[in-house]
C-alpha cells in the first residue's frame, strides 16, 4: 500500500515568516493530495488539495506544489499569523485505491 | 449547512465494556469513513461505506469492531469489549463519492482505563 513520510515532525516560525511542510509518497498511481488542519480537541479540516494534472495551486496565503517525478509535495504559507498554529496532515489517494492515506502530522506553531 | 456530526464527543469506560459511537454525514453524501487517530498520528483508516456497503474494511479489527450503516445515511461504530489500546480519537468523515474531498467531523475522544 501507499507510505506518505511528513516533515518535519514540529515547526516553529516568527509571524510574518513562511512555513513549509513536505511530504513524499510512494505509491506512483496516487493522484490527489490533500492537505488537512487540526486545531485542537477538532477533526481536521482541509485547507487545500492537488490533482496529478496540476503542478502547483495556490489561495491566498497557502500554496501546494506537486512533483510526481520525484513523488513529493508541499505545503507553502506565506505571512503567517498566529491562528495558523495547528497540527497540518498531507495525504495521498489514488482512483483505483479509493483510500486515503495520512501522514504523521507537523505541529507548527507561529510566535507572535 | 451542517457539517459532519459525531456523539458522543467525550467517553471514558473501563477495560472489557462496550461503545458505541454515532456519525450522521453531511447530507448528499454518500460515501462515510471511520478513522482512528492515535496520539501524535495521522488518521488510519477503519471502514469505508459506500452508501450502504462496507467496500473496505480491511483494517477493521473484526474480533472486537463492528460497524453498520443500514440506510446508508447514519453509521454507528461499536466496540466490544473494549481494551487499553483502544483509546483514541475515532473521527467519522463523509465525501460526496470515493475520490472527492473528505469532510471530517470533530470525532470522539475514548479513554478506556
Known amino acids: 500500500g501507499e507510505n506518505v513520510e511528513q516533515h518535519p515532525s514540529t515547526l516553529s516560525v516568527q509571524e510574518g515568516d513562511s512555513a513549509v511542510i513536505k511530504c513524499t509518497y510512494s505509491?506512483?498511481?496516487?493522484?490527489?493530495f490533500p492537505w488537512y488542519k487540526q486545531e485542537l480537541g477538532k477533526g481536521p479540516q482541509l485547507i487545500i488539495d492537488?490533482?496529478?494534472?496540476?503542478g502547483e495551486k495556490k489561495d491566498q496565503r497557502i500554496a501546494v506544489t506537486l512533483n510526481k517525478t520525484a513523488k513529493h509535495f508541499s505545503l507553502h504559507i506565506t505571512e503567517t499569523q498566529p491562528e495558523d498554529s495547528a497540527v497540518y496532515f498531507c495525504a495521498a489517494s489514488s482512483n483505483t485505491g479509493n483510500q486515503f492515506y495520512f501522514g504523521t502530522g507537523t505541529s507548527l506553531t507561529v510566535i507572535p | 449547512e451542517a457539517g459532519v456530526v459525531q456523539s458522543p464527543r467525550y467517553k471514558i469506560i473501563e477495560k472489557k465494556q462496550p461503545v458505541a459511537f454515532w456519525c450522521n454525514p453531511i447530507?448528499?453524501?454518500?460515501?462515510l469513513y471511520w478513522y482512528r487517530q492515535n496520539l501524535g498520528q495521522g488518521p488510519e483508516l477503519l471502514i469505508r461505506y459506500e452508501n450502504e456497503e462496507a467496500v473496505d474494511d480491511s483494517q477493521l479489527p473484526k474480533d472486537r469492531f463492528s460497524a453498520e450503516r443500514l440506510k446508508g445515511v447514519d453509521s454507528t461504530l461499536k466496540i466490544q469489549p473494549a481494551e487499553l489500546g483502544d483509546s483514541a480519537v475515532y473521527l467519522c468523515a463523509s465525501s460526496f463519492n470515493s475520490i472527492t474531498e473528505q469532510y471530517f467531523g470533530p470525532g470522539t475522544r475514548l479513554t478506556v482505563t
Open positions: 447530507s448528499g453524501h454518500n460515501t
Open positions: 492537488i490533482r496529478s494534472n496540476v
Open positions: 505509491d506512483s498511481a496516487s493522484n490527489y
